[in-house]
């Protein structure tokens, strides 16, 4: 139990980091697409924020929904690959491949590992509380 425990906090750890990364994705297209002057960086806030919220709002783990843990990450994948393809359009392919590629991948980790990774999480936070 100890190695899913350990692999669950790995994919999750994983899954916050690519998160993360796709906020400065969606940034950079904003950026890279955005017209001259205050439009560029005015889109790239944006399309950074508007990530954000929708995230906040629908896929955070306490998110006020009645989405279940596994539609929300289904949810938080299309969006995260929603990324990965602006920065394909942005000019960037081969990041956007890669980045792709572990989005997948990683989605596929929590799938396989199901319910046992946010048990991990919780488990290790209960136990950091003591």
Known sequence: MQGVKGMGMAALAIRFFVELLGIVAVAYWGWQTGPEGIGRIALAVAAAAALI??????????????????????????????????????????????FAVVVVSDWLALVVIGPDASQALRSSAAASRR
């Open 53 to 98: 919220v929708v995230w906040a709002f629908v896929v955070a783990p306490k998110a006020d929904n009645p989405l279940s843990q596994p539609a929300r990450d289904i949810i938080g994948t299309v969006l995260l690959l929603v990324a990965a393809a602006g920065l394909a359009v942005a000019g960037q392919p081969q990041l956007a491949l890669v």
